[in-house]
């Protein structure tokens, strides 16, 4: 097992990006959760920032899309750039259920470090002595965020935890963002506390926790993504292959897409030259897609 504390800043940046293709970084982390590979710990103080921030965020993710030009789609993919211009009402859609997911997790899953008088007196000194998180400025919320934390992790003796955020200038070293600010140091190795700075930019998204971490670390969610599509396969040829009840002996290889083909063609009431040669040609190829259409033609009470 491992726990993972991450930023407010991150699943904001998190809740925003590749809402559509599959293989993305919010799903990639919520499976690693979901199946108890990782350990998500929060604090009293993230959970008020996420409730504070998560409707603003989505208010202006979605302004940006309305008044989209192709160029700024960017914004929402990390990975790869926009070959078409994403749905308002699809990506609300995809907002809200990963706000309904992340409201869970804070919620009713993740361990919660809380606070207390003595947190908030050491957050106080640390500010006044300019200490890191407070070094560049006044960081007192980050400030209990970190001391919630570690006192949360010195009851979890030998368990491995990172925490990532994007705010480099209150936790990161002055000349190197990747690096722990060296004050911060000692603290976070007396508690196997491992600092990861999460990167937001388009080209290193993410990469140093995902690539360069959880991904050697933890089972792979393409190989998920992959068997569940081969059982999504297989349950959909089963499915096409009962027709009223009666199998149709066709070969597996590509049997599915041209099913659908022959149903997207049942359902029209004029076929093209295109359709029609498209059904010459496969029922030339097995007589299992003529009877399959005729019958998916009776079903839509064509014959």
Not at 147 to 164: Q, Y
Not at 199 to 214: H, I, Q, S
Request: charged letters at 30%; one cysteine or more.
């Amino acid at each position: 097992m491992m726990y993972i504390a991450i930023d407010t800043c991150v699943w904001l940046e998190l809740l925003k990006v590749d809402t559509h293709p599959p293989y993305n970084h919010f799903d990639e982390l919520f499976y690693w959760l979901d199946n108890k590979y990782l350990t998500c710990i929060t604090t009293q103080n993230m959970i008020r920032e996420w409730d504070r921030h998560k409707v603003n965020s989505k208010s202006t993710l979605l302004q940006a899309l309305k008044a989209i030009s192709k160029d700024s789609a960017e914004i929402f993919t990390s990975t790869t750039p926009i070959d078409t211009i994403y749905s308002p009402d699809l990506v609300e859609s995809a907002l809200d259920n990963r706000i309904a997911r992340l409201d869970f997790l804070f919620k009713s899953v993740a361990e919660v470090a809380v606070e207390n008088e003595n947190i908030y007196v050491k957050a106080a000194r640390r500010n006044l002595e300019c200490l890191p998180p407070n070094h560049t400025g006044d960081s007192y919320r980050d400030t209990i965020n970190l001391l919630s934390l570690t006192e949360h992790l010195k009851h979890k003796v030998g368990v491995p935890c990172i925490f990532t955020t994007i705010n480099y200038k209150d936790f990161s070293d002055t000349k190197n963002r990747y690096h722990l600010h060296e004050l911060l140091e000692p603290e976070f190795n007396s508690l196997g506390l491992q600092y990861i700075f999460f990167d937001n930019d388009k080209k290193n998204f993410a990469r140093k926790l995902f690539d360069g971490t959880l991904r050697k670390l933890l089972p792979s969610f393409l190989d998920y993504l992959k068997l569940k599509k081969e059982q999504d396969e297989k349950a959909k040829i089963a499915k096409v292959r009962k027709v009223h009840d009666e199998d149709i002996d066709i070969p597996d290889s590509d049997f599915v897409t041209n099913c659908v083909e022959l149903d997207r063609i049942a359902s029209k009431s004029s076929p093209t030259a295109l359709d029609q040669h498209l059904l010459s040609y496969l029922f030339n190829q097995h007589e299992g897609y003529e009877k399959y259409f005729l019958r998916k033609l009776a079903e839509n009470g064509m014959v």
